[in-house]
Nanobody
Framework: VQLVESGGGMVQPGGSLRLSCAAS????????MGWVRQAPGKGPEWVSF????????YYADAVKGRFTISRDNAKSTLYLQMNSLRPEDTALYHC???????????????WGQGTQVTVSS
């Protein structure tokens, strides 16, 4: 299993970024996929996940209405569109794989190395 994130960077408050996660080594379309972030000095925080076909999406209250998760199963790629970014969104963002039986627990079995998002003026 390999999950490789990209698209992070530094942006001013109110700005936007689009993260991507290229997946390989497993049948991407068979798994819920999601994003987890970790701010400096804090534990991992669940951000969002998406069902296998993309028809159902779920968000943490902190990002609801600002972030949009999507997936392209033909390309084995997961996305996170982040709008109206705030300084408190600053974190390392990881793509994660969620086995079906673990989804309700928001428990993942693999995550990638992450891509850094910094929101600062």
């Amino acid at each position: 299993v390999q999950l490789v994130e990209s698209g992070g960077g530094m942006v001013q408050p109110g700005g936007s970024l689009r993260l991507s996660c290229a997946a390989s080594g497993f049948t991407f379309s068979s798994y819920f996929m999601g994003w987890v972030r970790q701010a400096p000095g804090k534990g991992p925080e669940w951000v969002s996940f998406i069902s296998t076909g993309g028809g159902n999406t779920y968000y943490a209250d902190a990002v609801k209405g600002r972030f949009t998760i999507s997936r392209d199963n033909a390309k084995s790629t997961l996305y996170l569109q982040m709008n109206s970014l705030r300084p408190e969104d600053t974190a390392l963002y990881h793509c994660a794989r969620y086995p079906r039986d673990w989804v309700r627990l928001k428990k993942y079995d693999y995550w990638g190395q992450g891509t850094q998002v910094t929101v600062s003026s």
